[in-house]
């Protein structure tokens, strides 16, 4: 799971930063170091990346996640601390969306919310250059950029959300926290039993993403 970047979605955040009356809050975060060597068995493909990305999120497990990132400044770790934090929401979200409403209808919620899931990873297209790799999923302008370290496929922030990516970066991480502090609120709504089918769920984020674009 991670959230899809598409040409749509990066003209929303933007179009979302420039209709905010105060800039976002940064939080303070200590630098991590997710580029340690690893010590799991070597990958077989770059989408086994992507699939242990998924399953830290929906086990709520950031340190999982933040380990899937390869960071090279004390700055990407950061971003990557942050993306982690929404990401979990976003995975107890999915996860309470399958308790009540069943698997298939998780995966309509996760397409709402933009959310890239284990079946866009075995769909995509991968291309492979010795030690780098890129999954192409919507958008063939911003495919995921991995890099592989000690046999073991991360994500390289560098070049897929960084430096290098062309990407408004602190623009997209404050988008994908706001999506992440939205899936928190509903996914404790879905507990509760605010929704009564996966339909009114799916119209609240709509609803919701709508207002945050300032639409």
């Not at 400044?73 to 971003?79: F, K, L, N, Q, S």
């Not at 934090?85 to 009540?100: F, K, M, V």
Request: charge should be negative; aromatic fraction near 6%; glycine fraction near 8%.
């Amino acid at each position: 799971m991670m959230l899809r970047i598409t040409r749509p979605i990066i003209a929303c955040l933007l179009g979302a930063a420039l209709a905010a009356t105060e800039p976002a809050s940064r939080p303070a975060v200590e630098p991590v170091d997710s580029g340690a060597p690893a010590t799991r068995p070597a990958d077989a493909s770059p989408v086994d990346a992507m699939l242990r990305y998924n399953a830290a999120m929906r086990a709520g497990d950031t340190q999982g996640i933040i380990d899937s990132y390869h960071t090279t400044t004390p700055e990407e770790a950061r971003y990557v601390r942050l993306i982690a934090d929404a990401e979990t929401h976003i995975g107890r979200l999915l996860t309470e969306s399958a308790r009540r409403f069943g698997e298939p209808a998780a995966k309509k919620v996760g397409k709402a919310i933009g959310d890239l899931g284990d079946d866009d990873a075995r769909r995509a297209k991968v291309t492979t250059d010795g030690d780098t790799a890129q999954l192409v999923f919507d958008d063939p302008d911003f495919p995921l950029n991995l890099i592989r370290i000690d046999g073991v496929w991360k994500y390289d922030f560098r070049k897929w959300l960084g430096a290098e990516s062309g990407l408004p970066t602190q623009i997209w991480v404050e988008g994908a926290m706001r999506t992440g502090h939205l899936a928190k609120v509903l996914a404790q709504d879905v507990a509760i039993g605010k929704f009564k089918t996966v339909d009114e769920l799916i119209a609240e984020i709509e609803r919701e993403l709508k207002r945050q674009r300032g639409e």
